[in-house]
């Protein structure tokens, strides 16, 4: 007949299976935690921090204040780079109806 204590795992055997539990799950969070941190980092200091990428797509209603606003951004170093590309034409609601209107895109990129 088995001894009770021959069923029982080695002593510290329990702890090993915990720590190697514990370096793989940080191991797999590793992406989810950094995003998360660098997020929280900039939302609270408001500065950019280099490693997470954003790209923003502004409509104007010219190229003047599409300017304006590109040069705001890049004063603010909210943007990398911005680029106005000229002459788009959009398709949008307003006040229940489709309206049709030439505008200016601003694309910014934060890398």
Known sequence: ????????????????????????TAVLMYPVLRTFSLWLH??????YVSGSYSIV???C????IAR???RAIL???????VNILPKTSSLYFWKGEIEEGI?????????
Request: contains cysteine; aromatic residues 4%; negative net charge.
């Open 75 to 81: 004063d603010k170093k909210m943007a990398s780079s």
């Open 57 to 59: 797509f502004v409509n």
């Open 42 to 47: 900039s939302s609270l200091t408001g500065i």
């Open 61 to 64: 209603p010219n190229e003047q």
């Open 1 to 24: 007949m088995d001894r009770p204590e021959s069923r029982c795992p080695p002593p510290g055997s329990l702890r090993l299976v915990l720590t190697c539990l514990l370096i793989l």
């Open 68 to 70: 304006d606003i590109a």
């Open 103 to 111: 505008e200016v895109s601003l694309v910014g990129a934060s890398f």
